[in-house]
């Protein structure tokens, strides 16, 4: 993207805090994993440094779920812009005794949109040593609650909750939307 996608600017509201705003108001401890720490010193939150360097986002959630206070967290990526507070709240209430509950939609599992519990921190871990970096590697050693669209769907019909931006033809489809919104 040439730029930090967690600053980009949907609707004039920077990306992280469109989901900062949305979990202050659901959680008591918000964390940010970076490694670019004082980029986001504006932000009441715990902030951390990767625990293993360069190891992407399953060293991210190993981190965060390594900082955490409470048994399970809600882990998001940073490119995500439009997060809906109910479909979280709906994940939170499927918990159960799962250790990750975890969104599927048409378009497969959302990893960097579930929670995860402390019990995931040592398949976290084993992976990252065994060279792996792909989040749902771990799901066969912890116990997995997969959530159906079909039963979120009430919570957010148009799924825009798992938009992210990774390319910049994707922010030119978003920002294309938000002007036709505007007219």
Do not use: W
Request: charged content about 30%.
């Amino acid at each position: 993207m040439g730029e930090n996608k967690a600053f980009i600017q949907i609707e004039g509201v920077p990306i992280i805090k469109r989901i900062y705003d949305v979990f202050k108001g659901l959680f008591r401890e918000v964390i940010i994993v970076t490694n670019q720490k004082d980029l986001f010193s504006g932000f009441d939150s715990k902030i951390y440094s990767d625990l293993i360097p360069g190891k992407g986002a399953l060293g991210g959630l190993y981190t965060g779920i390594v900082f955490a206070s409470f048994q399970h967290s809600f882990c998001v990526a940073c490119d995500m812009p439009f997060i809906k507070k109910s479909l979280v709240q709906y994940l939170i209430e499927n918990i159960d005794d799962s250790d990750v509950v975890i969104p599927r939609t048409k378009d497969g599992l959302e990893p960097l949109h579930a929670i995860y519990s402390k019990n995931c921190v040592k398949p976290i871990r084993r992976m990252i040593d065994e060279g792996k970096s792909k989040i749902v590697d771990i799901y066969d050693q912890v116990k997995v609650k997969i959530v159906d669209e079909k039963d979120f769907f009430r919570y957010d019909p148009e799924g825009e909750s798992f938009i992210n931006v990774n390319t910049p033809e994707q922010l030119r489809s978003i920002r294309k939307n938000e002007e036709s919104h505007l007219k």
